[in-house]
């Protein structure tokens, strides 16, 4: 069940703008029919290089931020396809949250039903971030989702929106499917409303 | 008098089963469209669960996105392809749930089928584990991609909890040019307002130019939508849309139709009805557009020069130009006219239906395609297909050159054994243009399908407009 409630840990820096989710995992590892093992074809293209070893560029192979459960991201972030895989590939690899400036709607969508947690930032916050983790790789920041809080360790704090619903979900493990099924009277009636 | 309402406002309202305050609404799912890709997770949890599907009747699955569409067809090679549809014709046996499967005369990308049977209509709420679902809303539907874990929702209850989008109206007013089509109209669009211009949004599609739109035409831009950052595109249902259905498979008929057209024409956005935000177009001073770059926004008038990342102000948009001139192998101030390419595709569910064929063909009649081009032409479904053969369609891309393909969504997702090789060149009629999206290392134009045709004969990026 997704769950999540407060974590510390390092940023891994991914500073470019409209990252689609043809990047996050290219179509071609999605003939798979499970959820789980696609954390190895994250970022497939920009990862490796054509033999399959890994891109020394690339910042998912930069000794510096490994571990790091927070991807650091530019705006629009998960633009493109509904994929699903794009937040289980994410979270197979080992985040646990994508702070950008803005997300794609599906995306989200995708992430908050994975316990992937999507935190939009203003722009301003975003660059200071970007600049925090590239001047000290090991800054750990620190997220509340109780209060809807990001903090730094320079004292830096930020406040983050999210819809009541899924924050109360993701809070207390609530399964959302058990929560529309709990409507099934008013289905039945709904369903039955329309045929006449 | 109540307060005027949107086409989305009226559908949306129509299908709100429960609204808890501060929650998403449980909204009421008419159709639900179903593919081998997005689905086998969905099925998996139901069988974790023990759930039935809901309503199989409301339930219609295809297999599009990882078929092969070569003459060896309907033999799958790849073995993880070949699983993962014989998993979806298990689990619809098991469920019983509808399949237009392999050897199904009716089989098709699923944004073709659905408004082609007929079973797309207005006023419906209809979702796909696809982005592109967004297409039906053409008919005058809420139409809108999912995650696999809400497909899962869905088959289970029927219902899918959504936060009320915005709504923003997109006007589009003029005739528009010999040469230029609405292929034209969605790209000059995201090109103008951004990828994300559209987050958070439903648009409406209104104006002159709409309305003198075919049905297949207005598919092609309520397709595009999501490129654009929303998550539906509608356009309210006319004449047009009745003629379009009248007939169908899964159309109503004799007295349910008359009551069913009575119903649609009160769909239509009420005059005064006000929406979150307003764009708009004039199409009448549009040229084919053609994209540049690796995203459906960097885009341009197809005689125009790609643009320079120095003239840019924003920084992260500077960087992105700059990766993706270096990805696509394009330097700034150049023209792509004259642009040489290997390979030209015409398909995908923004531009592989009769229509879309039919304009390809006309150019390529008694013309030859250019030696060492590849040009795949692919149909939309099986059932585009025998009505591009009966034409004879089939025979003039043939013996022009081009190879005549089964159905699917082919190189427009590259995980069905076409796709481009590395560094190759595509004029494309599909709608990502993204790094890899038809083939790591592929650099994909987007365009119409009768910029990609004048491409197929000269080898080039070409002004259609020269060939007509």
Redo the contacts between chains.
Sequence with gaps: MAHFTTLVSRLLPLPVDNVDTDQIIPARFLKTTSKTGLGAALFADWRYLPDGAPRPDFVLNDARYQGAQILLAGANFGCGSSREHAPWALIDYGFRAVISSSFADIFRNNSLKNGLLPIELDTQTLAHLFELCASQPDVEATIDLASQTVWLPDGTQAWFPIDAFSKKCLLEGIDELGYIMRFEAEIAAFEKDMVE | MSRPQTLFEKIWQAHQ??QEP???A?L?IDLHLVHE??S??AF??LRK?QLRVRRPDRTVATAD??TPTHDGFPVVM?V??A??IR?LEQNCQEFGIRLYGMDSPQRGIVHVIGPELGLTQPGMTIVC???H?ATHGALGALAF??????V??VL??????Q?K?KTCEVRIEGRLAPGVSAKDIILALIAQNG??AG??YVFEYTGSTIRSLSMEERMTICNMS?EG?A?AGMVAPDETTFEYLAGRQFAPRGKAWEKAVERWRRLPSDDGAMYDKRISLDASNLEPMITYGT?PAMGMPISARVPDPDRLTDA??R??LV?ALEYMGLQPGQPLLDHPIQTVFIGSCTNSRLSDLRAAAALFKGRKVAPGVRVLVVPGSQGVKRQAEAEGLDRIFREAGAEWRQSGCSMC???NGDKLD?GQYAVSTSN?N????QG?GGRTFLASPLTAAAAALTGKITDVRQML
């Design positions: 089963v429960v501060g929650f998403p449980v009421y890709v997005t086998p997770q998996d949890g669960r996105h990882s790849d993880m392809a699983q993962q998993q584990g696809d982005s679902t991609g999912i995650g696999t874990s809400e899962e929702h289970a209850t029927q219902c899918l909890l936060h989008p990828v994300g987050v958070g999501i950052g998550r995203n992260g948009e960087a992105a990766k997702i590259a995980m590395p990502r993204f790094e890899g999206r790591k």
